[in-house]
Antibody, heavy 125, light 110 residues
Framework: EVQLVESGGGLVQPGRSLTLSCGAS????????MHWVRQAPGKGLEWISG????????GYADFVKGRFTISRDNAKNSLYLQINRLRVEDTALYFC??????????????????WGQGTTVTVSS | QTVVTQEPSLTVSPGGTVTLTCASS?????????PGWFQQKPGQAPRALIY???NKHSWTPARFSGSLLGGKAALTLSGVQPEDEAEYYC??????????FGGGTKLTVL
C-alpha cells in the first residue's frame, strides 16, 4: 500500500524552530519528486515547497522568504521540512505529498497523486 | 504575487451538472499550466481527481471531467451525487517549480 506518514508537529512558541518528517512506503521513493502543502484552520490549501528526486531542483512559494527548508533522505525514504522563526500564522495542518514525476519541470504527468494525513503545527505562546 | 481564483461556493441539485472554474492573475490558463483538481471532504486529506487539464486518475469517477473554458481551467461534474459535496481545489504550475492552489470552491449538493 502506498503511504505517506507525517510526524513532528506540535505546540511551539513563536520564534522557535521545528522540523517535520514524512515517511514514505509502498513505492520507490527516489523515483519521485515530493512536496509540502499546508492548510490553516478553516482555510484552503497552500503549496509550500517541492523537491526533485535527487534534491537537484527545489522550489519554494513566495511567502517562504527563507524561513522554510525542504530536504530528503532517499536512503531513509523520508522527506523533511524545517521551519525557522515560527509565526502564529504558520499554525496549520502540514501535508506531505508525492508528485507523479521525478523532477520539478513542466511535464504532463505532474500531479500530487498521494497525500499523507498531515501533522498539525500550532504556534502559540 | 500570483493569485489563482475559484468560485467561493456553488450549489447543485442531485443529478444535475455543475462547472467549477480556475483563473490565473497572470492571464489565460492554458494547458501549459497543467491544471489539476483535488477534492477534499471534511476531516480528510485532499484527493487528486484530474491532472494535466483533462486526465483522470484510475480512481476518478467518470462523472468528473476537466477542460479549458474561456481562458480558465474547468472541472465539470455531470450527474452529481450527494457524495460529491466537498471542497474542490485547482492547482496550476508556473514553470515547474512554482505551484499555486486556488482558494477552493465549496460545492453544496441540495
Amino acid at each position: 500500500e502506498v503511504q505517506l506518514v507525517e510526524s513532528g508537529g506540535g505546540l511551539v512558541q513563536p520564534g522557535r524552530s521545528l522540523t517535520l518528517s514524512c515517511g514514505a512506503s509502498g513505492f520507490t521513493f527516489d523515483d519521485y519528486a515530493m512536496h509540502w502543502v499546508r492548510q490553516a484552520p478553516g482555510k484552503g490549501l497552500e503549496w509550500i515547497s517541492g523537491i526533485s528526486w535527487n534534491s537537484g531542483r527545489i522550489g519554494y512559494a513566495d511567502f517562504v522568504k527563507g524561513r522554510f527548508t525542504i530536504s530528503r533522505d532517499n536512503a531513509k525514504n523520508s522527506l523533511y521540512l524545517q521551519i525557522n522563526r515560527l509565526r502564529v500564522e504558520d499554525t496549520a495542518l502540514y501535508f506531505c505529498t508525492k508528485d507523479n514525476y521525478s523532477t520539478l519541470v513542466t511535464n504532463p504527468r505532474r500531479t500530487m497523486d498521494v497525500w499523507g494525513q498531515g501533522t498539525t503545527v500550532t504556534v502559540s505562546s | 504575487q500570483t493569485v489563482v481564483t475559484q468560485e467561493p461556493s456553488l450549489t447543485v441539485s442531485p443529478g444535475g451538472t455543475v462547472t467549477l472554474t480556475c483563473a490565473s492573475s497572470t492571464g489565460a490558463v492554458t494547458s501549459d499550466y497543467y491544471p489539476g483538481w483535488f477534492q477534499q471532504k471534511p476531516g480528510q486529506a485532499p484527493r487528486a481527481l484530474i491532472y494535466s487539464t483533462t486526465n483522470k486518475h484510475s480512481w476518478t469517477p467518470a462523472r468528473f471531467s476537466g477542460s479549458l473554458l474561456g481562458g480558465k481551467a474547468a472541472l465539470t461534474l455531470s450527474g452529481v451525487q450527494p457524495e460529491d459535496e466537498a471542497e474542490y481545489y485547482c492547482l496550476l504550475y508556473y514553470g515547474g517549480a512554482q505551484l499555486v492552489f486556488g482558494g477552493g470552491t465549496k460545492l453544496t449538493v441540495l
